[in-house]
């Protein structure tokens, strides 16, 4: 009989999962020093005890045989798709040196040749930002690869709620409509699992929920109606849906948009804002009958009317919204939509009758606003050549309905907390507080000037960034006045190739940097055309401070405040690091410690006696104990987030819903977008283009065509893709239990398409296809027929089709990858938001 | 003499990493005069990297005076400047900031 070996080691270890965005709260069961089964943290308010297939196969990655573990550089000179690098294993200290060489001498003759991308966005993924910033560098990405990320999600939220990202209040919400927003899938501040929770528990409860897109998505399948819509048209129909309530029905929330908007701001006849002598904005007061400005104590402000100010015809933002949509009649909409006028009308009638304007609610001993309706929009919506006018448009609705920011309403995430608010700007407007700003912001916007940075954000005043824009750039720096090439890319946990769209033109791009170091778990597309890999650290094997960043990763409205940490479980491999930890090294060996530490210090804003002295070399934990420290107080450093994982505290109602507390405003009319509009024109025409198109800087959102409207004939299905709820971007489709289960999956690695056009077509379930662009890009694929898609529409679910060498040995994943089917063209992104357009005309035929 | 350090990314614009400003002779100088200053020697590409539109101090740049971040500081745009005084730019490129 053989001995049982006694069992030494048998702990659950609290952390965070890193195997999508949602930094779910998870234990970890380890048992003689190997992980064995991971679960929900059933003391998390993030998702309790419930995690997905996701983060239940983290362990399939971390036990990877084909892992990266030695650093390795490239052999052979030619980069490609699909060229075998080479690779030789080289020491820590060849790799090092070599790289530090190169980054000594870019430091030395001009910082902006170093382009640093990571998405590694939580924890201390902030240090792309420092290193770069104190390296010298403007060329910095702690993002995705950008295309249609939150590009016009986020400037429309740090516009109206003052922050990141914004979420229905599922808690009091009654009624709720998402427009291209994967609620139950979205790996990202959806929180598939706790904000999923809760929306169940409110169609328990009876709050009605309607799912606006071409494809009866996880959510659509739990809602009480799905309207399938034809892809890039959302903001048609919620116009129209503003117009009903407006006009039709003469319901708004005179209110909220009198005292928390800018809708009484008097504009001009020309669009601009009226202004007094001293340059205030000015709106009608009713009780004096006359223009005053808009912080005047006292003022009675009108919404409606024609008044003479200054010797001119003036009228007040909002009697403009209400005329401007008029245009947008639901048959319109319907012709542009698909979806039937009489559908667009009840829609819009029953969420109007729903805001239920004009009642409160008391929480916390305050009385509020009740405004139980929700129209949250998200990805779907808004990638499209003029994603902005979508999202505008559809918060439209939120807006004249006053549910923003209030009990029942549409949330942002985290707009005031314990010791941040945003503050009053320019025009009495809302800017976001700074502690929770991470990009660039919409209001008050950053001057256009000649392009300093790779990405030309200078280009896009209104964008939160241009990351769509930097392949462009990459392949002609000159174009856009820029006066040096990128001689170095350091790439951090970011397949930046395959979640790229376009990936032949992509690649051609990253060619033209000279020396690529990239970070790999697994050797990936991206790793592929790199000079040297360094083996980076499995989300069990790393120390990330606090992974639920307030920004990002934390449910909005009623609860608790939690900061956590996200702990090793188990040692990496012999030889493999943090990659935080290798770029502090990098920084000792270029003499970066001085600006690195100062850098810290100051952005992370850490208080003596906790502040990083350049005198002293830390390590990533002890940075991370130091932060902790002055953030939370000595008694909590990294030991203590170790042994009690979460710091936690109530949100007051203030912070839950601030709105009613607050005193600047949000816009319903853009003004200052009139202003960047001619300022870019003669900033372009300078830099030689000729038609750089500020068409889509209005006050007021429209709908406008996307370009794969204009062809027709053969082509005539859209392509369009939609999340998987056990795969995140690219990074899990290569997890075995994954890959298996999307195997078993009929509507995995697949085109779904409505079996009505298959019959059309005289197509059948499981037929071989080619999925082939009038632009001459094609994917080949099996089809799989489903109801829930808009017989228009072709949907390609996931990012899968990986091409990697290495990956191939052990995933075999034939699916199809959507983003090859996308042409780069500056013609197929929006020049507001840098939205790529993810809609795509296609022909399917039978292979 | 003011002393004006630049970190990172602001070198890109001023060319140097510290210079020094003269004191006005009546010897009153705030710090939104000393950043006024800055912008006509170093043009409106540094002022869009320190500046809003509408004059905001920019949401990546911190401006510190001594040890002192008073980038946030309500009136600290009015803070007398005194001989002697140092004074940090820098700015911090996207997903960084935030201390929580
Ligand atoms: S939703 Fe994301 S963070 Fe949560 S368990 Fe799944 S993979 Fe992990």
Redesign the pocket.
């Known amino acids: 009989m053989t001995a049982v070996a006694k069992t030494q080691d048998d702990a659950w270890v609290p952390t ?9 709260n ?1 234990l970890v069961h380890r048992v003689d020093g190997v992980v064995v089964k ?1 679960e ?1 943290n059933p003391d998390s308010p993030h ?1 309790g005890s ?7 196969s ?1 362990l399939m990655g971390l036990y990877n045989p084909y892992r990266v573990t030695k650093p390795m550089k490239r052999t052979n000179p030619e980069k490609g798709i699909g060229i075998d690098p080479g690779w030789q294993e080289i020491s820590w200290e060849e790799a090092l040196t070599t790289i530090a060489d190169r980054l000594r001498a870019i430091r030395e003759t001009d910082p902006r040749k170093l382009y640093f991308l990571s998405f590694d966005t939580q924890g201390f993924g902030t240090l792309g930002g420092v290193w770069a910033s104190a390296f010298g560098t403007p060329n910095v990405w702690p993002g995705s690869a950008g295309y249609f990320c939150g590009n016009a999600v986020h400037p429309v939220s740090w516009m109206m709620h003052g922050t990141f990202f914004q979420e229905p209040d599922f808690e009091h919400t009654r009624y709720c409509m998402l427009f291209g927003s994967q609620h139950g899938v979205a ?1 990202f501040t959806k ?3 706790g904000l999923s929770a809760r929306m169940a528990n409110a169609r328990k409860k009876g709050m009605k929920l309607v799912v606006v897109d071409p494809y009866c998505n996880t959510a659509a399948s739990k809602a009480n109606e799905w309207v399938p819509i034809r892809p890039g048209t959302d903001a048609a129909m919620a116009l129209a849906m503003v117009n009903v309530i407006l006009n039709d029905l003469g319901i708004w929330d005179a209110e909220f948009l009198a005292r928390h908007t800018n809708s009484p701001y008097l504009i001009d006849g020309d669009g601009y804002y009226v202004r007094d002598a001293e340059g205030q904005v000015l709106i009608w007061d009713l009780a004096s009958g006359a223009a005053k400005p808009f912080d005047a104590e006292g003022a009675d402000p009108v919404l409606e009317g024609t008044f003479q100010v200054n010797g001119a015809s003036a009228r007040p933002a909002f009697e403009l919204v209400k005329e401007h949509v008029k245009k947008y009649t639901p048959e319109m909409a319907e012709e542009i939509t698909t979806v039937p006028a009489a559908t667009i009308r009840r829609l819009a009638r029953e969420l109007a009758e729903a805001a239920c304007i004009g009642s409160t609610i008391t929480l916390g001993g305050k009385v509020l606003p009740y405004r139980p309706v929700s129209v949250d929009w998200s990805k779907g919506a808004i990638a499209h050549k003029h994603g902005m006018h979508h999202g505008f448009a559809i918060q439209l609705l939120n807006t004249v309905l006053g549910a923003v920011d209030v009990p029942g309403g549409h949330l942002g995430v985290s707009a005031v907390g314990p010791t941040w608010g945003p503050s009053e700007g320019p025009d009495g407007l809302l800017v976001p507080a700074p502690r929770i700003v991470i990009e660039l912001l919409p209001y008050p916007p950053t001057k256009p000037v000649r392009p300093k940075t790779m990405d030309a954000c200078e280009l896009f005043p209104f964008a939160s960034y241009s990351m769509s824009v930097l392949p462009a750039v990459l392949m002609d720096p000159e174009k856009y006045g820029l006066d040096y090439k990128i001689e170095m890319l350091i790439n951090c946990r970011n397949n930046y190739l395959m979640t790229s769209v376009d990936p032949p033109f992509v690649a051609e791009a990253l060619k033209q940097i000279p020396f690529i170091v990239s970070f790999a778990v697994n050797m990936d597309e991206t790793a592929e055309l790199a000079d040297i890999v360094l083996p980076d650290t499995h989300v069990l094997e790393r120390l990330d401070a606090l992974p639920n960043r307030v920004y990002g990763w934390i449910l909005p409205g009623e609860g608790d405040w939690y900061w956590t940490v996200r702990q090793p479980v188990v040692d990496p491999p012999p030889g493999v690091r943090h990659w935080t930890e290798v770029m502090y090294d990098l920084g000792e060996r270029i003499g970066l410690r001085e600006d690195l530490y100062f850098t810290f210090n100051t952005n992370l804003k850490i208080k003596d006696p906790f502040k990083l002295k350049s005198d002293q070399v830390y390590s990533h934990v002890e940075i991370v104990d130091n932060y902790f420290k002055s953030l939370f107080g000595a008694e909590h450093g990294v030991d203590w987030f170790k042994e009690n994982f979460m710091l936690r505290e109530p949100k007051k109602i203030e912070e839950a819903y601030p709105r009613p507390f607050l005193k600047p405003r949000v816009p319903i009319y853009v003004e200052h977008v009139k202003h960047l509009a001619p300022q870019l024109t003669k900033l372009t025409a300078e830099l030689g283009f000729e038609d750089w198109d500020v068409s889509d800087y209005t006050p007021l959102p429209d709908w406008l065509p996307c370009p794969s409207y204009e062809v027709q004939g053969e082509y005539d299905l859209l392509a369009i893709t939609a999340k998987q709820a056990f795969h ?1 971007h690219s990074y ?1 489709v290569d997890t075995v239990w994954l890959n298996e289960l999307a195997d078993q999956y009929p509507h995995s690695k697949a085109a779904l398409i409505n079996p009505a056009t298959a019959a059309a077509k005289g197509l059948r379930d499981g037929d071989e296809v080619l999925i082939r662009t009038h632009e001459g890009k094609e994917v080949r694929t099996r089809l799989s027929l489903f109801e829930g898609v808009h017989p228009e529409v072709v949907v390609i679910p996931g990012l899968h089709g990986h091409w990697g060498r290495d990956r191939k040995k052990y995933v075999g994943d034939k699916g199809p990858h959507f983003n090859s089917l996308l042409t780069y063209d500056m013609r197929n992104i929006d020049m507001t938001s840098t939205s790529f357009d993810a809609c795509v005309r296609v022909k399917v035929e039978k292979v | 003499m003011i002393t004006v350090h630049y970190m990172g990314n602001m070198r890109n614009y001023t060319h140097t990493r510290t210079e020094r400003v003269e004191l006005p002779p009546a010897g009153d100088l705030d710090l939104k005069g000393l950043l006024a200053l800055l912008v006509d020697k170093h043009g409106e590409e540094f002022e869009s990297r320190l500046f809003t539109v509408g004059g905001n101090l920019h949401n990546q740049a911190t401006v510190m005076v001594g040890e002192a971040d008073v980038s946030d500081n309500a009136g600290a745009m009015e803070m007398k400047l005194r001989p002697g005084d140092e004074v940090t730019i820098l700015t911090v490129t996207t997903l960084s900031g935030g201390s929580c």
């Open positions: 965070v999962c890193y195997m999508c965005y949602n930094a779910c998870i991971i929900g998702n419930r995690i997905c297939a996701k983060g239940n983290a790996p929180n598939p699992i995140s899990t």
